[in-house]
């Protein structure tokens, strides 16, 4: 299930800028995705972490995952602001695109 075109840089090369608007978006949706997963994730590792553990290896596990939970957290804002970068790069590439084709450039 591979929706990006191109599979690669490829798929860049002499597309349209309404083309590459579309394929920033697609990106932009996607990594919204990987975010919304990994907090469903971390919501499973919130439940790991209340249960109780009795024996220091338990506790040291639910440690661990609380310091796992902490880094897929961050990791969860930084796709968040991956994704809005993107969005803005493609709506500035549609912009660019009306912009040029309204004979705003000179070339």
């Known amino acids: 299930m591979n929706a990006w ?14 083309q590459q ?11 919204a995705q990987c975010a919304d ?3 469903r994730i971390v919501a499973r590792l919130q ?8 024996s220091p290896a338990g506790r040291a596990y639910r440690d661990s995952v609380g310091r796992q939970s ?10 968040q602001a ?7 790069h493609a709506e500035a590439v ?3 695109k009306s912009e040029s ?6 070339w």
């Open 5 to 18: 075109p191109g599979n690669g840089l490829g798929g860049w090369q002499g597309s349209a800028g309404g």
């Open 21 to 31: 608007s579309e394929q920033l978006r697609m990106l932009a949706g996607r990594i």
């Open 37 to 39: 997963e990994g907090e």
């Open 47 to 54: 439940g790991i972490q209340l249960m109780d553990w009795q």
């Open 70 to 79: 902490d880094a897929l957290r961050r990791a969860g804002h930084l796709l």
């Open 82 to 88: 991956a994704r809005s970068a993107v969005s803005r």
């Open 94 to 96: 549609a912009a660019a």
């Open 101 to 106: 084709a309204a004979g705003g450039f000179p």
